[in-house]
């Protein structure tokens, strides 16, 4: 089985500060993880996933993951916060099984404070 | 825009009526999505077609429940004789045929069940 943790569901930070959303998982076999956000009223846009190799993944928007297999977690960080960064935050685990099927955590709702 | 379309974006019904949500994919893609999210949760899986192979049904996806995609194009989604609980948002999502390609959701559908 596989599941997903956001152990935060409200993430505060001022504008210009360096942000973390955390997240854990477990999953049987090797982790395909990914982050999604979600702004009010719209469907989820894609922003980074590590398959394999560098630990530090970079994707969408000056985000980047950093993977951590002993800790199992799949972190999303960016050093300069924007009030426009203030959204839903998702990670989700795939079962990597070819049929990209994702299982969503519960999410962390960022707040940028000007 | 080329990116995943649902319609209608808004449905509000009266329990025990049937409604029908559509989904275009992204053109290209030939493995489409259905999820299902509530209020502050993440999006839940219902079921996944490859072309027009209905390959993947959730538990969630009760008989009430049905999917197709006739030709491996667009999809639909149909819940009969509704109930308050299945009040939530409907996300579709595609993906192309590339081993853990991101899935691209739509703005999905919200459906109040009155």
């Known amino acids: 089985a596989q599941s997903v943790a956001q152990p935060e569901d409200q993430v505060n930070v001022a504008e210009g500060n360096p942000l973390t959303v955390k997240c854990t998982y477990s999953?049987?076999?090797?982790?395909?993880l990914f982050w999604y956000v979600q702004y009010p009223n719209r469907g989820l846009q894609f922003l980074l996933k590590?398959?394999?190799?560098?630990?530090l993944v970079k994707g969408s928007y000056g985000f980047e993951a950093e993977f951590n297999k002993s800790q199992t977690s799949f972190h999303l960080k960016k050093p300069s916060a924007l009030v426009s960064d203030s959204a839903l935050y998702f990670c989700?685990?795939?079962?990597?099984?070819?049929?990209?099927?994702?299982?969503f955590g519960t999410g962390t709702r960022l707040t940028v404070i000007p | 825009d080329t990116g995943v379309s649902q319609n209608p974006r808004h449905k509000i019904t009266k329990r025990g009526q049937n409604v029908t949500f559509r989904c275009d994919p992204i053109?290209?893609?030939?493995?489409l999505y259905w999820y299902r999210q509530t209020l502050g949760q993440g999006p839940e899986f219902l079921t996944y077609?490859?072309?027009?192979?209905?390959?993947?049904k959730s538990r969630l996806l009760s008989d009430r429940f049905s999917a197709e995609r006739p030709k491996g194009s667009f999809s639909t989604l149909e819940i009969q004789r509704t109930e308050q609980g299945d009040s939530a948002m409907y996300l579709c999502?595609?993906?192309?045929?590339?081993?853990?390609?991101?899935?691209?959701f739509g703005n999905g559908t919200r459906l109040t069940v009155t």
């Open positions: 999502a595609s993906s192309s045929g590339q081993y853990n390609s991101p899935l691209h």
């Open positions: 999953v049987s076999g090797n982790p395909y």
């Open positions: 590590y398959i394999t190799g560098d630990n």
């Open positions: 989700a685990v795939s079962r990597g099984t070819g049929a990209n099927n994702l299982f």
């Open positions: 053109s290209e893609h030939n493995r």
């Open positions: 077609f490859q072309n027009e192979a209905q390959l993947e």
